[in-house]
Structure formats: C-alpha cells, structure tokens
C-alpha cells in the first residue's frame, strides 16, 4: 500500500495516525459527552480506540518486521508522538491552556528518544 514510503516513515504515520484516535478514546469524552452515562462514554470510546488499534497494530509491526525497530524503540517513539499528537488536541479542541510544562515533558521525551536510538 505505501510501497514507496519507507518502512520507518510508514510506522511513524501510522502511529500519529492513531496517537489521535487514542487522544479522542481517552479524553475526548470528557468534553462531549461529560453529561452521558459512564456507559455511554466508555461504549463510545471504545468504538473510537478500535480505529486507533487499526492503525497502531500494522503501525507497531511494520516498524518491528519491516524497519527492525527493538520493543524499546517503539514505546519511545510512541510515547513521543503521544505527546506531540496531545497537546494540540488538547489545547485546540479540548481547550485547555499551553503550559511550559509540555516543553519541558517533550525535552524528557527527546532525551528518552535520543538514548533509545543512539546505537541503532
């Protein structure tokens, strides 16, 4: 399907892909649908995250099979593009405020991405 994007490149889309499904499963409940039923947020979250699941499973094993990606450098990677994918949803459509606070939790984040990758 994406033949000519490289295998690493497939994994980060995907995964970015699906960091904003998650993003919307996780939070997106509590904004529109904070006056339904327990019930009905989790039903609804749950329909979101298998979109999310759609995308992180191929997304997780092309970069395991195809770009040779150790468990480590996944979650890292993942974890990064959890970030980067949150905190404009949460700041545009969740309307919650900038903090400097994300800038320091993404330079952890780089530091972690830095060490996990240096040796390949």
């Known amino acids: 399907m994406f033949s000519s994007i490289p295998f690493t490149a497939q994994t980060i889309l995907l995964l ?8 919307m499963a996780w939070y997106g409940h509590l904004k529109y649908l904070h006056d339904s039923p ?18 992180q499973v191929p997304g997780n094993r092309i970069g395991a099979q195809q770009a040779n990606m150790s468990f480590g450098q996944l979650k890292i990677m993942q974890e ?31 530091g972690a991405a830095y060490f996990i990758f240096r040796n390949g």
């Open 38 to 55: 327990w019930l009905t947020a989790a039903l609804v979250s749950w329909g979101i995250a298998l979109f999310e699941y759609l995308l």
């Open 16 to 23: 970015i892909a699906s960091n904003v499904f998650m993003t």
């Open 80 to 110: 990064v593009i959890t970030l980067a994918v949150f905190a404009p949803i949460a700041v545009y459509v969740l309307k919650q405020p900038l903090k400097l606070d994300f800038l320091w939790a993404a330079l952890c984040m780089c």
